[in-house]
C-alpha cells in the first residue's frame, strides 16, 4: 500500500501520550516518517495534527498555529502536575462567586508571562523536565511569554467552571489552572482538557485510531490523510511550472513577477508554492522582489 504524504488529524484519546499515537500511527501506516506537531498532554484528548511522509517538513510551521481548548477547572483542590493526575498537595474551600471566578479568568487575556510547570516537556540541560519532576527534582524555570486571546466560562457550579480557551503555541492550560487558583485563593486544577482546534484543523475533522485503521483497511488512506497542500490554509499560493519549478525543487530564489505578478504580500511572508497537478512543491518566503524556497517537498523531476 503506497500512503500519501500528508496530514493527519487524530483525536488522541486520554491516557496516551503524543509519541504513543505517533507510533501507532506508524505502526498502521508502516512508515517511520510521521511525526506530531505540538504535544497533548497524556491525560487530555483532542486534536493532534500528525504529519506523514514529506509533510512532516511542515511541523514546524504547523507549530506556530493558535490553539483551542475546553477545560473544567476544579477549585479548591491544588495538585503537583496542575491537572486530576497528579498527587493533591493541598484543599481549600473553593471560591464560589461566579463573577469573581470570571473576572479573575479575563485577568489572563491577553500577553502574559507564564512558568512551565515541572511535568511539561520543556528541555533543562538536555533533559526534559518531566524526567526531573519524575525523580523528585525541581528546578528553576524562566518564564515564557504567552498570548490567551479568550476565556469564555460556559458553565459555573463551584467548585467545577467550565469554560473555553483560546491561546497561542506554548501556552499551558494546566498552569493556567493553577495560577486562577492562586489568583482566587483557593487553589485549583484542571479536571480534564479537550483540544477542540489546532490551527485549521477541529475536533468535529478529526479521526480516532480506530477509524484510521478501518481506512487502512479499506484501502481509503485519502479519506484520513489530507494533503500538504491544505495545510496553512491562510497562506497565499502560487503555481509554477517549467524551468521556474526546476529552480524551486532546486532551492533557487526566482522573480517574485514571473510566478506571481499580481500577487501582493507583505515583506518576508510565507508562500505556498504548488505544482501544476496542486499538489505542494515547497514553501517559500517573499523578499526582496524574489520567492526564496524554505522548504521544498518535491523532487526535481516532475511527474509523468
Known sequence: MSVPDGVVNLLKPPGMTSHDCVDAVRRLLRTRRVGHAGTLDPGAAGVLVVCVGTATRLSEFLMESDKAYRVELVLGVRTHTGDAYGEVLERREPERDCGRIQEVLNGFVGRIRQIPPMVSAVHHEGRRLYELARQ?????????????????????????????????????????????GERLGCGAHAGFMVRTRVGAYTLEGAVTLEELEEAVAAGRLDQVITPGSEALPGLPEVEVTGALRGAVVHGQAVPLWKVAPHLSVPPASLVKVLDEDGSLLALGRAEGGKLRPLKVFRSPTPRA
Open 136 to 180: 523528585g527534582v525541581e528546578v528553576e524555570r524562566a518564564p515564557r511569554e504567552v498570548t490567551v486571546y479568550e476565556m469564555r466560562v460556559l458553565r459555573c457550579e463551584p467548585p467545577r467552571v467550565l469554560f473555553d480557551v483560546t491561546c497561542s503555541k506554548g501556552t499551558y492550560v494546566r498552569q493556567l489552572c493553577h495560577d486562577a
